[in-house]
């Protein structure tokens, strides 16, 4: 019986959660790195952002989203979201025995591994970039880095407004991005789920030489290390089926979403935590 329950394990779902939609940069991402993996993505809507909460309610909701994802059997949880990665995940990995992972390691190991300099930018929400969670995590892993922090709140609402190459978009990256790009940092992380639907326009902006880190791609990667290291993969040969949840229809979560994800979408459905 034992072998039978491993044997299947593997086909289970990957569960990914966020508080509303950044999140599907991650799935993306996951989408691309892991073809087959089956996967479900669970945006709280109805209660985000998680940027503005105390981190008690973030480990609280993070709780209730992972608890929805155990009951759908997963096989391993991806938290997509930067302030739940910073607040929350030590303490799901120590509730459910599936692995858990969240965005601010991968992104901070990419960084640390890329920079030549040891001077890495950082960009995020103003929740993401007081907390501090990224400095740390990067100063653990190298101390001789030295960590420059911009919070961008308006990209989050420019990515989802669909404003991401036009002039607003470049004289908005201009005006925060600036002063950062100007201290010697050779590596940036794009610190919210957001921001790399901007990508191109940051580029511009900072500069080629400044190579960006993806943190929803970093963690991607990961992922298909851990079902590796697991043998967790799926081994299907069809492509996975994608699967989408919120805890509310916030106005034109289609075609966000779709943006998000560069497809169309039709598997979405409320639930209630």
């Known amino acids: 019986m034992k072998s039978l329950q491993i044997k299947n394990l593997h086909k289970r779902p990957i569960g990914v959660f966020d508080s509303g939609i950044g999140g599907l940069t991650v799935a993306r991402a996951l989408f691309e790195i892991l073809p087959n993996e089956n996967i479900i993505y669970l945006g709280d809507t109805a209660r985000l952002p998680y940027g503005t909460k105390s981190k008690?309610?973030?480990?609280?909701?993070?709780?209730?989203?992972?608890?929805?994802l155990l009951s759908k059997k997963v096989k391993m949880i991806v938290v997509a979201c930067n302030t739940a990665s910073s607040f929350a995940v030590p303490f799901l990995q120590k509730i459910t025995k599936i692995p858990v992972i969240g965005v601010l390691i991968p992104g901070s190991e990419a960084a640390v591994n890329m920079t030549k300099n040891n001077k890495i930018g950082l960009i995020g929400t103003l929740g993401t970039v007081k907390s501090l969670s990224y400095k740390k995590a990067i100063?653990?892993?190298?101390?001789?880095?030295?960590?420059?922090?911009?919070?961008?709140?308006?990209?989050?609402?420019?990515?989802?407004?669909?404003?991401?190459?036009?002039?607003?978009?470049?004289?908005?990256?201009?005006?925060?991005?600036?002063?950062?790009?100007k201290k010697g940092i050779d590596t940036m992380i794009l610190g919210c789920t957001h921001y790399p639907i901007l990508k191109n326009?940051?580029?511009?902006?900072?500069?080629?030489?400044?190579?960006?880190?993806?943190?929803?791609?970093?963690?991607?990667?990961?992922?298909?290390?851990?079902?590796?290291?697991?043998?967790?993969?799926?081994?299907?040969?069809?492509?996975?089926?994608?699967?989408?949840?919120?805890?509310?229809?916030?106005?034109?979560?289609?075609?966000?979403?779709?943006?998000?994800?560069?497809?169309?979408?039709?598997?979405?459905?409320?639930?209630?935590?």
């Open 201 to 273: 326009t940051i580029s511009k902006v900072i500069g080629k030489n400044i190579k960006l880190i993806d943190s929803g791609e970093e963690t991607a990667k990961k992922v298909n290390i851990i079902l590796q290291e697991k043998k967790l993969l799926n081994t299907q040969k069809k492509k996975g089926e994608h699967r989408f949840f919120v805890t509310d229809f916030p106005n034109n979560f289609h075609q966000i979403a779709e943006r998000f994800l560069g497809k169309k979408i039709h598997n979405v459905k409320q639930v209630k935590l």
């Open 56 to 68: 008690e309610t973030v480990i609280l909701y993070s709780i209730e989203c992972l608890k929805f």
């Open 139 to 181: 100063i653990r892993l190298n101390k001789k880095a030295e960590v420059f922090s911009q919070a961008c709140s308006l990209f989050v609402q420019l990515a989802e407004d669909g404003w991401t190459d036009n002039k607003i978009a470049e004289l908005t990256a201009k005006e925060y991005l600036t002063d950062i790009s």
